[in-house]
C-alpha cells in the first residue's frame, strides 16, 4: 500500500511564497498522473493542479501564473510553489497520486493572513 506524507504547510502573509512537498513511501516508477487539492472552511474540495506523466499540467484558473506544480519521478515526490498567496488560498491542502489506485496525503493546513 502506497502513502504520501506532505510538509510544507503553514502561516503566511498575503503575497508570500510556501512550497509544498509530497513523498510516496514506495517507488513509483513515473507513472500515473499527481494532484493538488485544496479544501477551504465550508467549501467543496477542489483541484487546484495536475500534472501527468510527462510534465504537462494545468491549473484552475484562480492560481494560474501565481501557483507550479512539479513532479520528481526519480524520488516518486510532487511539489506545489505557491507564491503571490492571497487569503483566498487558505484551505487544507491534499496531493493525490491517481493511477490504478486513487491515493491521497494526509493534508497539510495553509493558512494566508497578515
Known amino acids: 500500500q502506497v502513502h504520501l506524507v506532505e510538509s510544507g504547510g503553514g502561516l503566511v502573509q498575503p503575497g508570500g511564497s510556501l512550497r509544498l512537498s509530497c513523498v510516496a513511501s514506495?517507488?513509483?516508477?513515473?507513472?500515473g498522473d499527481w494532484a493538488w487539492h485544496r479544501q477551504a472552511p465550508e467549501k467543496q474540495r477542489e483541484r487546484v493542479a495536475l500534472i501527468g506523466p510527462d510534465g504537462s499540467a494545468t491549473y484552475i484558473g484562480s492560481v494560474k501564473g501565481r501557483f507550479t506544480i512539479s513532479r520528481d519521478n526519480d524520488q516518486s515526490a510532487v511539489y506545489l510553489q505557491m507564491d503571490t498567496l492571497k487569503p483566498d488560498d487558505t484551505g487544507v491542502y491534499y496531493c493525490?497520486?491517481?493511477?490504478?489506485?486513487?491515493?491521497w496525503g494526509q493534508g497539510t493546513q495553509v493558512t494566508v493572513s497578515s
Open positions: 514506495t517507488y513509483l516508477r513515473g507513472i
Open positions: 493525490n497520486w491517481i493511477s490504478a489506485m486513487n491515493t
